[in-house]
């Protein structure tokens, strides 16, 4: 496997650099407000404001044709607003946003991760601005939200068990990551690579935790095909290239099916990882306004309802409806998501697991 990973050290001395240079805010030490900032409300005034600005530029990781879709769904109904989408990898996104304020580029207006340790590193190195949209703060649970109103989870999703139904009967399909193991497998599967990829190395973390490095350590020995993308492992059990993927965003998997694809989504008894994908404002931000309203209509039940039926995902937003044709969160056993653990071990994990895969 070629490329680089991302070391998020460097990403915080980057910046590190770019708060001594544009004096954001008050160092991590001060005191952290007792409460959110008052939730921000889609006013005619701040569609004026927006309007004015024109423009929009959004960083994120999401797939590009749901990024399209919710960008084209904000400008039909604020069209003197043009979204400017920048889609890439969640990693890679960090990296970028570190180099453009080292640099003192102020690009970015608002930004969508599928990491999110990411946030924690921006929010504490004083980027990001204090912004609560109206429905955050009426309809989402305080653990899909910062408590100080700086970011919240405008995704969620799950990295699941793929298997090709035209290769694996149902009652052969493994039923948790312990049949992974089973040698019958070798050389069967396909997984991403937590160093490319913020779902994956969210996923890694909470099997690491809860199932023990030993359990990768026997995963190694099976053979596997790494691959980048946390969508990447879906698209090599569809094509039939490997029979069963280890991880990936089920999102994927459900916009598949919908096409009538013959890939099963198989939920690990020892519990499935749950990803969140926050969103934030930047406080530098081009458009300030135009951030705001973007920020806020994402977060809306109207957006929130399209990503759901458009990309496959889940929403916290307490009144949007689960899809009909897929088992509802609530019945699901998850593992827990620890993005200040993520933070901190993102880099010893990359080095781990590369170790181990040989990759």
């Not at 050290?9 to 240079?21: N, P, Q, S």
């Not at 799950?158 to 149902?170: A, F, R």
């Not at 948790?176 to 996923?203: E, N, R």
Request: with cysteine; charged share 25%; hydrophobic share 40%.
């Amino acid at each position: 496997m070629s490329g680089q990973f991302f070391d998020r050290r460097d990403a915080m001395r980057l910046g590190g650099a770019a708060i001594a240079g544009a004096a954001l805010t008050p160092p991590l030490s001060m005191p952290a407000r007792a409460a959110p900032p008052p939730p921000t409300a889609i006013t005619p005034e701040l569609v004026a404001a927006a309007s004015k600005e024109g423009k929009v530029v959004y960083y994120t990781s999401v797939e590009l044709s749901l990024a399209e879709r919710i960008a084209k769904a904000f400008e039909m109904k604020y069209p003197a607003i043009k979204v400017k989408v920048e889609r890439t990898g969640a990693e890679r996104v960090f990296q970028r946003i570190g180099q453009e304020y080292a640099s003192k580029i102020y690009a970015v207006d608002t930004v969508n991760s599928s990491d999110a340790a990411h946030f924690i590193v921006w929010k504490r190195d004083g980027l990001l601005d204090a912004v609560e949209p109206e429905d955050v703060a009426k309809h989402y649970p305080p653990a899909y939200k910062d408590p100080d109103g700086t970011y919240a989870a405008w995704r969620v999703f799950l990295s699941v068990i793929t298997y090709n139904k035209t290769m694996v009967k149902p009652e052969d399909a493994p039923k948790s990551f312990a049949d992974l193991l089973d040698p019958k497998w070798a050389g069967k599967l396909v997984k991403a690579h937590p160093g490319y990829s913020g779902t994956i190395m969210t996923a890694t973390h909470q099997m690491a935790r809860d199932m023990g490095w030993g359990y990768f350590e026997r995963l190694a020995k099976q053979k596997i095909m790494q691959v980048q993308s946390a969508v990447d492992p879906m698209k090599k059990v569809l094509l039939g290239e490997r029979p069963v993927g280890v991880d990936g965003g089920d999102y994927s998997v459900f916009v598949e099916q919908d096409k009538g694809a013959p890939i099963e989504i198989v939920y690990p008894s020892e519990g499935t990882p749950l990803i969140t994908g926050p969103s934030a404002v930047f406080k530098r931000a081009p458009n300030p306004n135009a951030a705001k309203l973007f920020y806020c209509w994402s977060f809306t039940q109207e957006a929130q309802q399209l990503a759901v039926d458009i990309g496959g995902l889940r929403s916290a937003h307490a009144l949007v409806k689960e899809r009909a044709n897929r088992k509802p969160l609530s019945q699901i056993k998850t593992m827990k998501e620890d993005a200040a653990e993520v933070e901190k071990t993102a880099d010893q994990i990359k080095t781990r697991y590369a170790a181990l895969f040989k990759v």
